[in-house]
């Protein structure tokens, strides 16, 4: 049995924070306190759980020698160093994702966990909580479709503009979108294809709808491939109002004897609710229910931090991913001649 598990939030910028807070309370985890600079996000924190104080400086938590998790959604660019303090005070970190914003900055997270031998992980959701992306995982090494051949993942967005703090509209805030989103993308390639690495062989990233916020990209593709397979992924920011969900996520899976699709968060023309998982093979077509697959990264990095293993994800992969995504970002804008902010 793992160990109890106190931790702390140092940064609630984006709404993501409360999957994380709930994934580790679910596995077991108590919050004990959390440290937000903006009022008017600490309010909605603080009555969502409203039995856990607000500190009013972060040194409070990190010098605690009881917290042993620091858990942060603060703006992307300054997320990693949240991370280098929470590891030079003895703790290990839960990041939303991007867990960087630039390569320099994420080797400084790299040279600091491996000094250290903390743990970071980074909460890509749409892998981790997604219980048709581990079921089709699970099916991909069970040799449903034979060797993988490709994966194009999608990750449609919608904006919600009114919703939105200025930093978000900020490039050098939020890393540009392929950091953002496409981070998600390159993880999954990596999932699927059981691989600590890949190579990008072309990217954009683009502003397309948005003229009026010039530091925003809201369309944006990769091309990458390594030793097992090749993929694509697009990532946007064009989800229309009438989706009645925030974005139609999907994956197409090739193999060399069939191929799977998910359609991670809505069936828009057929079944109700999300993980819908089909599979072609050489003797039929079928829908296969995902409902019973079990979401194990909570569980799984609470035995991480108490065992010092690595079986939520191995570090280098969560790097890496990461690690692809920002060098499809820093392709795309050398592409359009902007360089990298």
Not at 80 to 96: N, R
Not at 129 to 151: F, K, N, P, W
Not at 237 to 250: A, E, F, Q, S, Y
Not at 318 to 323: E, K, L, P, S, Y
Request: hydrophobic share 40%; aromatic share 8%; charged share 25%.
């Amino acid at each position: 049995m793992p160990k109890p598990l106190l931790m702390a939030v140092i940064g609630i910028n984006h709404s993501h924070i409360y999957g994380q807070v709930d994934v580790m309370r679910a596995a077991g985890a108590t919050l004990g306190c959390y440290f937000a600079a903006e009022d008017h996000l600490a309010g909605r924190f603080g009555e969502t759980y409203p039995d856990v104080p607000r500190v009013d400086d972060m040194a409070r938590i990190l010098e605690d020698p009881a917290i042993g998790l620091i858990v942060s959604a603060a703006i992307p660019s300054q997320r990693v160093d949240i991370a280098i303090a929470a590891m030079h005070h003895g703790k290990d970190v839960l990041l939303d994702k991007p867990a960087a914003t630039t390569l320099e900055d994420l080797e400084r997270l790299r040279a600091v966990q491996q000094a250290t031998g903390r743990i970071v992980s980074v909460r890509y959701s749409e892998h981790l909580e997604s219980r048709a992306t581990i079921r089709a995982g699970q099916l991909i090494r069970d040799g449903a479709i034979g060797s993988l051949v490709h994966m194009s993942g999608f990750g449609p967005h919608r904006l919600r503009r009114p919703t939105r703090d200025p930093w978000f509209f900020d490039r050098s805030a939020y890393g540009g979108i392929l950091v953002d989103l496409a981070s998600h993308q390159t993880e999954q390639f990596l999932f699927f294809t059981d691989s600590l690495d890949a190579e990008i062989l072309s990217a954009t990233a683009q502003n397309r709808a948005n003229p009026a916020d010039p530091g925003l990209q809201d369309f944006g593709d990769i091309h990458m491939q390594n030793a097992v397979a090749t993929g694509y992924a697009r990532v946007d920011w064009l989800t229309p109002d009438g989706l009645p969900v925030w974005g139609d996520g999907r994956t197409f899976l090739v193999g060399t004897e069939g191929y799977i699709e998910l359609r991670k968060h809505i069936d828009i023309a057929g079944r109700p609710g999300k993980d819908h998982l089909f599979l072609s093979d050489g003797s039929e077509t079928r829908y296969i229910d995902c409902s019973d697959v079990a979401i194990s990264y909570g569980r799984d990095l609470m035995a991480d931090i108490s065992d010092r293993t690595e079986t939520a994800m191995p570090q280098t992969r969560c790097f890496n991913a990461m690690a692809l995504a920002l060098k499809a970002q820093a392709r795309a804008e050398r592409s359009l001649g902007q360089g990298m902010e």
